[in-house]
């Protein structure tokens, strides 16, 4: 029997409704060249995408929960897509918001607190775990879909660029959540299928996971094999790395004070 207690967990939150509305009327602004400066927009349009995509990553995590047997998610109001429901919002929304500004990286967060024992089954964990940075890569192809069905007739330089960055960062988050290191999505998904002993072993670990991922990332070789991978995959999507480069360069208007904007994103490309 539904609840009116029920109903209220699983309505959207006005938080999220009010980043939505962001996101749609920054769109606008970049795609008309309205009055706010085209770098003013696009950093609301990319952070608002941003942390819709964040939110639509954590809900995908609790709704495979809920539908393998954890039935508290919906009073801990997982459901309602309100990032401010999340255990670690520091984490899930003001990480990876800080990380896009300073580093143009999609940084994987974790926030949803999930009673594995109510669940039964390899695959169902397995499933759960995976279900977020599957959100990311069906973002990155909805945001890449009009490069790989050459669709851009019409599309103004600064939103396709906007596109191609936001389309950056859900690869790079997708594929840092798909890393098998404890503490991030990649190992939840084959946790399930490791022998008990070693997982015990394992477990104390799991909260250095993300920090380990990030040292390794700042090793220049590492570094470099990193983004091309991304450039890689984002190339098979019809997307080439200066449409990203710019679209970030946009984004970090605050460079242009300071004399740091590339001249090539500066011209009609």
Not at 88 to 97: C, G, N, R, W
Not at 158 to 172: G, M, V, Y
Request: charged share 15%; hydrophobic share 50%.
């Amino acid at each position: 029997m539904t609840t009116a207690a029920t109903r209220s967990d699983r309505r959207i939150s006005p938080v999220f409704l009010a980043i939505t509305a962001v996101l749609a009327v920054s769109g606008w602004a970049v795609w008309t060249d309205f009055a706010v400066p085209t770098g003013v927009a696009v950093f609301l349009f990319v952070t608002a995408a941003w942390i819709v995509s964040l939110c639509l990553h954590e809900y995908a995590h609790a709704r495979t929960a809920l539908h393998s047997g954890d039935i508290t998610i919906e009073a801990k109001g997982y459901l309602s897509l309100n990032p401010l429901a999340y255990t670690h919002a520091l984490l899930s929304i003001v990480l990876p918001v800080l990380f896009v500004i300073m580093g143009g990286i999609g940084l994987p967060g974790g926030a949803v607190y999930i009673e594995r024992g109510r669940i039964t089954g390899r695959w169902r964990h397995s499933l759960i775990s995976a279900a977020g940075p599957l959100t990311n890569v069906l973002f990155a192809i909805v945001c890449t879909a009009p490069f790989w069905l050459d669709a851009l007739d019409g599309v103004p330089t600064a939103f396709r660029d906007a596109l191609a960055f936001l389309a950056l960062l859900q690869i790079t988050a997708a594929i840092l959540n798909f890393l098998p290191v404890p503490g991030l999505d990649g190992y939840g998904v084959i946790e399930p299928w490791l022998p008990y002993r070693f997982r015990r072993q394992v477990e104390p670990f799991a909260p250095f996971g993300l920090i380990a991922v990030f040292g390794v990332l700042w090793i220049p070789e590492v570094n470099i094999a990193f983004f091309e991978a991304v450039d890689g995959l984002l190339g098979g999507l019809g997307v080439s790395e200066i449409e990203s480069y710019c679209g970030q360069d946009t984004y970090r208007f605050w460079q242009e004070f300071w004399g740091e904007q590339n001249p090539v994103c500066s011209v009609n490309r």
